[in-house]
């Protein structure tokens, strides 16, 4: 077994420590895992990572060490690693020397790949009956051993246009936020149980992305509503030097960008905001401003808005 104990980095702790004193052991690699780990670290608990036991060439067997060491290092600060073949004997003897001792255990590992390692739920609750389990898969019930990554699962739910890719990996960052809500609900489930049994909760990845789907699904996105392009005040335009993206919505907001726009009804009215002519407005007096002009505009008549290179 080896142990390594990463540098810490700048990592933003919560004033309120809900999981101080609370065990967390995670066997979860890349970055779903990972992330709710650390969303729990700065919540309070005490986190520990099991990985695999790296080459001789490399100081993580995380695969996220690999293709983005920057990234494992901002996911790990001062977090205790642990490594360990878990298919041999002594890998066995310290997972169990942690699970004695933990209150959450987090996996990513197919159930299959589990059972294997002999961390089925049943098999585990009887030797730890007050541990509970968090268990991140693609997809939950039925297709938990499915194989499926961010891509596959933002596709499923719709949220990928044309052959771009996503500019962040929603469904795994959207998972961990999950996963580190259900160690919460994992450990307030206990504290209800008479007995104090822990539960098991599985959390799956295609769930996160069908999750930040629904506004798309609800049509709050889509090209006919006021968030999905129709409304004048809440677009990206072109500027002078670059763009800006305008989130004037409520009516307020609205008549503040329509006076400086010069229009002739500055009421903000939802209806006077949809018209062809209020967008071509708009888009018009944006167009001649500067970055720097739209940035003070915005800071003078409170209108949100972003520029952007």
Known sequence: MTTLTNSPTTQQATSIQALRNVRILSLALNLPGPAALLRCAQMGAQCTKLEPLASDNSASAD???WYSPQAYAA????????????????????????????????????????AKLGLDWPL?????????????????GARADEAGHDLTYLAEAGLLSGTDLPPTLYADMGGSLMASEAVLQALLARAQDEQGRGVCIEVGLAEAAQWLALPHAWGLTQPASDI????????????????????????????????????EDTTGDPAVMRAPATHAAIADFVRQQSRAELDALAADKDIPLFTLA
């Open 63 to 65: 695969p996220m060490s």
């Open 75 to 114: 996911l790990h600060p001062g977090l205790r690693v642990l490594q360990a073949q878990l298919k041999t004997e002594a890998g066995q003897a310290t997972l169990h020397t942690e699970l004695a001792q933990t209150d959450v255990l987090m996996t990513s590992f197919r159930p299959s790949a589990l």
């Open 228 to 263: 999905g392009g129709a409304h004048a005040g809440y677009r990206v335009y072109p500027c002078a030097d670059g763009r800006v993206a305008v989130a004037a919505l409520e009516p307020h907001f609205a008549a503040r960008l329509c006076l400086a726009a010069s229009l």
């Open 124 to 140: 585990l609750q009887a030797r730890y009956p007050r541990l509970s389990l968090v268990r991140i898969v693609g997809a939950c």
